[in-house]
């Protein structure tokens, strides 16, 4: 799953979560609150998503072990959700966490309470680097309806290596009011107030500052065990550990060791006949596994067994190596010896679950015989006949009420079956997707097309179901970078991205169908870059720039592709924008130095026009205002917004924004001449989403801080046919779309 900077049923198995070290932990509460689907917003606006059907990486799926149909799913990025049994559809639980709180929209690991089923925790932090905040734990005793906060002194990884691992965070067995959670890089943390307050407690293992720490918290009977992610293999670093009586913890003496048990990812514990089922590989995932195993510790007499279904290693058909790690594994409620497991990182063979009911002795492959029915969310084709079992396959589930209900997490999406054979999405109202760029034409059959991190670019016929065209081809992205349309020539749009066939592509039918470029510049296969056309598709200028922040020249072509060519005057990874009524009109913004450029020869030259502008930041952005020539709005972030009238040759800055991230626009109001302006910022002090009907004179704000989904910096457009609806860029949580009620 792509991070924010820069730049994928019912019941079964209780939490598990782990860490290990010693650390002085403040206790902070407060009081947020979920919202619910498609709700009103105190403004009046009602918001909800543009349905794209999952596209992110599910990392964790926990059945609740006593209550049907109660189930959660956490994300990497994009926030935890809890299943509504009567709807079939997810409820997002973290949609209320704000902008300045963006870093907990990742969710390292869920515990619940067997005991009290009203109960579910959250430890919550996306990333563990300097620049990121600490984690927070989340407690709530109404399945999520309202929470309370406790920040962290410690930081968490939920968009790290190890992300599939879990659950690291466990309701002690012996005593529910006691919870454990294990971080990356700062041990083993205890609470005894039910996630209140938290202190550092004793573990046998001493973590790193770049290491795993904690993998997995797991009861078996009334012992907690927890795995260790930062073993070399060998009896001398042991990867398992185990507390009796919730004070001392030891090693688990016996345990396997070598490349293939060096990192355990999950456990999974199986009641009846007191075994302890671990899956194993050579590195957290989900990438970067090449051997693996799964192992039954009988709890009752010390015993381990290798029960791996298949051994990485081997020579798939087509003589490829077949390596991976072991990932998911869950056992059933109801059947002693039953259980599932998941293979990690298998991209020469396709990853599958594995099923057993004797304990491990025999195995079968569900993915054998599983038939894919993807008609909800057709971009899971990925451009092919037919969908594939799945990858990145860490997070599995198994009904404890229904031993044929089996769900998988993948790097797209959620999977389940009711019969052992069938599969499909059980996503609806999970979505996940990292969107950088919207458009919204002005005339066509979509009101619609996105561009995101995970599924390149989507047209929307509808918004409120999946695209039936799946997501683009021809080729296929696996990311976008750019999506831009001709504003006097609707029905022209390109698009460019990361992909193996190709990096950039144009549509002469509104961005149904594309044809790639018929060339492309030799830096745009590593550094694709946005793109840009002029009013009427004559002129492409594409800003070439690679993922870790490295720019290059950009490239110019009059002629829909075939040909390219450098253009010198303008600035390396300078925000480009067309002007939306002269053809021969291009604006750049050079965030380095602050300067505006324009062109007034069709791209071929770029002279200097207003300079002393804010820099620094390659995040600013330019925006053209529809229907007027030389109309350009800058945001630039915390330093606030700037308008200018003259084509770029002077700013002023807008007095009634303090802060301005995102900038676009929409049809006016009823009697209004300009059109409506939408805005990701702040009026007063805090960021916000926002609707000017007059210019920028006056802001309406229309999001609540029940609707805030984390930071929402890269992308906002209003729809050109409908006054008040806007579409809004999130990054985790799909395109969000408000309409006043």
Sequence with gaps: MSSRFHLSRRSVLAGSTAAAAAVSLPAVSGQAHAAAPAAVAKSGYRWRNAVMGGTGFITGVLFHPSVRGLVYART????????????????????HIGWDDSNLLGVEAIAVDPAHPDRVCLALGTYTQSWAGNGAVLRSEDRGATWKRTDLAVKLGANEDGRGCGERLLADPRDSDTLWLGTRHDG?????????TWQAVSFPATPSATGQGITFLVAAGRSVYAGWGDSDGTADHPSLYRTSDG???????????????????RAAYDRHTRELYVTYANAPGPNGQSDGSVHN??????????VTPVKPGGTTTDGSTDAFGYGG??????????????????????????????????????????????????????????????????????????SEHIVYGTGATL?????????????????EASVVQLVSPPTGEAHLISASRDIGV????????????????????????????????PSYVVRTGSGDQGNGAWSNDGGKTWTPFASQPATAKDAPGPIVTNTDGSVLLWSLAHWDGTVYPAQRSADNGATWAEVASLPKGAFLVADPVDPTRFYAFDTSAGTLYASTDSGLTFTARATGLSSGDAGFQLAAAPGRSGDLWLSVKENGLYRSTDGGAGFTRVGSCRAA??????????????????????????????????????????????????????AITGDPRVHGRVYLATNGRGVQYGEPV
């Design 76 to 95: 990497d990025i994009g926030g935890a959700y809890r299943w509504d049994d009567r709807t079939d559809r997810w409820i997002p639980l973290t949609d």
């Design 297 to 306: 510790l009988r709890t009752a007499d010390g015993t381990w067994t290798e």
């Design 329 to 402: 594994v869950a056992v059933d409620a109801r059947r002693p010896g039953t259980l599932v497991v998941s293979t990690n990182n298998r991209w020469a063979d396709t990853d599958t679950v594995f099923r057993t009911t004797d304990g491990g002795r025999t195995w079968t492959s569900l993915k054998d015989k599983a038939v894919l029915d993807v008609c909800e969310t057709p971009y899971l084709k990925w451009g092919k006949d037919k969908p594939k079992f799945g990858w990145w396959i860490q997070a599995v589930g198994l009904d404890p009420f229904d």
């Design 188 to 196: 083993l943390l205890k609470s005894v107030d039910r996630g209140a």
């Design 415 to 431: 999977y389940g079956t009711r019969d052992l054979r069938r599969w499909a999405p059980q996503i609806r109202g999970l979505e």
């Design 458 to 489: 989507l047209y929307h016929e509808r918004l409120t179901t999946s695209p039936s065209r799946g997501l683009a081809t021809n080729p296929v992205f696996g990311s976008s970078t750019g999506l831009a349309q001709a504003a006097a020539k």
């Design 661 to 714: 991230h995102t900038l676009g626009f929409g049809k006016a109001a009823k009697g209004a001449s300009y059109p409506a302006i939408y805005l990701a910022g702040g009026i007063e002090d805090f960021n916000a989403i926002y609707r000017s009907d007059d210019e920028a004179r006056t802001w309406t704000r229309i999001n609540d801080d029940h609707h805030q989904w984390g930071w929402t910096g890269a």
């Design 247 to 265: 004070r001392t913890w030891e090693p688990v003496p016996g345990q396997p060791t070598g490349a293939a048990a060096k990192v355990p990812v």
